[in-house]
């Protein structure tokens, strides 16, 4: 395993370079406390070769793509655990995902895959492509802060989105070498941990991850089961380098405003042309005002995913456009709460130790000032049925952490 440590230590080096010097804290409970330092990278494919390979088309339309955000939108999910023996730790957790989270892209190789823009050279054409280029997992170490006193930060939330989850925008130049989605595994002082997952909204919605995620948590469970828990596994951390003698790799881009975000669930089957789901989106809009006692901007973007999956398209709207609201839309529209996703409960990478607290939260980019919407279709593994929507309504003021 020594071997390893040469490609890990460049790896580390570059990222650290291409990030800049450093970053400030964005919160005044940063300054009283040292922020958690990055010990190591790697990046996790699928454990069989993805043939053939599976594509997804997405296309923009009414603006270019830098404007729609699609390179900058993303969820984020945040678990906290407790450790709940000797053999459970967030290192241990981190090098078992090596192969459980391999065996988890199998099923779901586009995870795994990369951005590249469509063969005619259309710049508002793309394909999201299922080539192994990669997860990327990082292993930190926060040494000045335990679990419980970070859950009782004022700041918590600031803080969260600021250190323990990773992101870096997707440029626009080099798609074909930016993931999408990230890993972040940090460890307390306590023993406790915290798994941060940052996912492209071109890979997935909020169910749509929630299931994965569960689905993941089966196979490294049933991984577990069937090796000797007592021996450690095969990339440990810990057997591989000295701790704190890698380069800290600051946060490349920071957005920690949170703007509320609503899902709803349309429990029907119902055309997707754009007209019904335009109508789909001004009803959910108006719901997401109501209860979240907000405006949203007279411009959104709308995601919509056609019900084969294969084909995302983006689009700016408009609420004035939409003037008449069909009768099989109005009264069939529930909304999920967050736990209803079965984050909370069924998510345990280590069997019976359920997470703690959960945060979610979509992060609709940098100096963007439109909302968003997002409409796909449910699968059976998602514990509904029909459509889904989410709606994310732009915030006024953005700020955007200098690094």
Known sequence: MNHLLPAIRVALSQLSKMSGAGSSSSTSAASSVTMPKTEGINSVIPLKVTHPRLTRKISVSGSDAVGSGIFRRRLH????????????????????????????????????????????????????????????????????????????????????????????????????????????????????????????????????LASFLKRWTTIHNTLLSENDMSKLPLFFLMNVRRFGDTPSIPKITSNTTRPGAKIFNIAKNMDSNEMICSAVASVCVKEAERRLGTKMASKYWLFLKEPSGDHLKVEACWKEEIEIVPSSVSGVIRELNWDELGVSTDVAFFKGNSPVHVSFWINIGSAIDDGLVMISPSSSDEGCSGMNVIVVPATEEVEEKKV
């Not at 730790?89 to 459980?100: I, Q, R």
């Not at 951005?115 to 492509?129: N, P, Q, T, W």
């Not at 002082?189 to 890979?203: D, R």
């Open 77 to 208: 999910i945040v678990l906290y655990y407790k450790s709940a023996a000797r053999n459970d730790s967030g290192w241990l957790v981190a090098g078992w995902f090596m192969e459980s989270l391999g065996r988890a892209l199998e099923e779901r190789p586009l995870l795994a895959g990369r951005l590249r823009r469509a063969e005619d050279g259309d710049e508002k054409e793309f394909e999201l492509v299922s080539n192994d280029g990669g997860v990327r997992i990082m292993e930190a170490a926060w040494s000045s802060m335990t679990l419980s006193r970070f859950l009782e930060l004022k700041d918590r939330d600031a803080l969260e989105a600021d250190q323990l989850v990773f992101w870096k925008d997707i440029d626009e130049e080099n798609l074909q070498f930016c993931p999408l989605f990230y890993v972040q595994v940090t460890n307390f002082e306590c023993g406790g941990y915290a798994v941060g997952i940052s996912c492209s909204l071109l890979l997935a919605d909020p169910l749509g």
